[in-house]
T-cell receptor, first 114, second 115 residues
Framework: AQKVTQAQTEISVVEKEDVTLDCVYE???????LFWYKQPPSGELVFLIR??????QNEISGRYSWNFQKSTSSFNFTITASQVVDSAVYFC???????????FGTGTRLQVTL | DAGVIQSPRHEVTEMGQEVTLRCKPI?????LFWYRQTMMRGLELLIY????????DSGMPEDRFSAKMPNASFSTLKIQPSEPRDSAVYFC?????????????FGEGSRLTVL
């Protein structure tokens, strides 16, 4: 069975602080795909990144960066110099290589204040 | 290109009534997914289709729920009869890349309230 755990239910930071959202996953598949999605207050789900299990290279996109470590089954997401517009619920998700089902974590609500 | 289009955006109905949610996937995408989001259970996959054929409906809560995809550009999720515990946001999503690698593109969701 696949499982995604986001232990942080809610995080509050002040603008310009760095923040890391944790994601731990479980799967028996050797090939799998990890995703992060953002859900702003408006409610839609916005794709942020996809990473396959064979590529452990960290990725940076502007103020966003992702750290994938197979040894600890983690795929953490860091926002540098957070902004109010980053306030949203962030979901980590897993798609095993043997199926087409995307399993989501419970999400982390990030609140960035001035 | 237009994204995934869902309707209605909001639906308020009374217990026992039939509810039909609609979805138009992104053109060319051959996978379509229905998810439900609640505070208690988070995002749950209800059912997904490949080339209009239901592949996995193990997430459909009970017989009151049914989903169809009569053609590549349209899908419905029906609840009959509806109950207050069905209140949730229902998302439709489509995928166009390889079956297990591509990201899902989500619609804006249909917020259902059953009184």
């Amino acid at each position: 069975a696949q499982k995604v755990t986001q232990a942080q239910t809610e995080i509050s930071v002040v603008e310009k602080e760095d923040v890391t959202l944790d994601c731990v996953y479980e799967t028996r598949d050797t090939t799998y795909y990890l995703f992060w999605y953002k859900q702003p207050p408006s409610g839609e789900l916005v794709f942020l990144i996809r990473r396959n299990s064979f590529d452990e290279q960290n990725e940076i996109s502007g103020r966003y960066s992702w750290n994938f470590q197979k040894s600890t089954s983690s795929f953490n997401f860091t926002i540098t110099a957070s902004q109010v517009v980053d306030s949203a619920v962030y979901f980590c998700a897993l798609n095993p290589g043997t199926a087409s089902k995307l399993t989501f974590g419970t999400g982390t609500r990030l609140q960035v204040t001035l | 290109d237009a994204g995934v289009i869902q309707s209605p955006r909001h639906e308020v109905t009374e217990m026992g009534q039939e509810v039909t949610l609609r979805c138009k996937p992104i053109s060319g995408h051959d996978y379509l997914f229905w998810y439900r989001q609640t505070m208690m259970r988070g995002l749950e996959l209800l059912i997904y289709f490949n080339n209009n054929v239901p592949i996995d409906d193990s997430g459909m809560p009970e017989d009151r729920f049914s989903a169809k995809m009569p053609n590549a550009s349209f899908s419905t999720l029906k609840i009959q009869p509806s109950e207050p515990r069905d209140s949730a946001v229902y998302f439709c999503a489509s995928r166009g890349l390889a079956w297990n690698t591509g990201e899902l593109f989500f619609g804006e969701g249909s917020r259902l309230t059953v009184l």
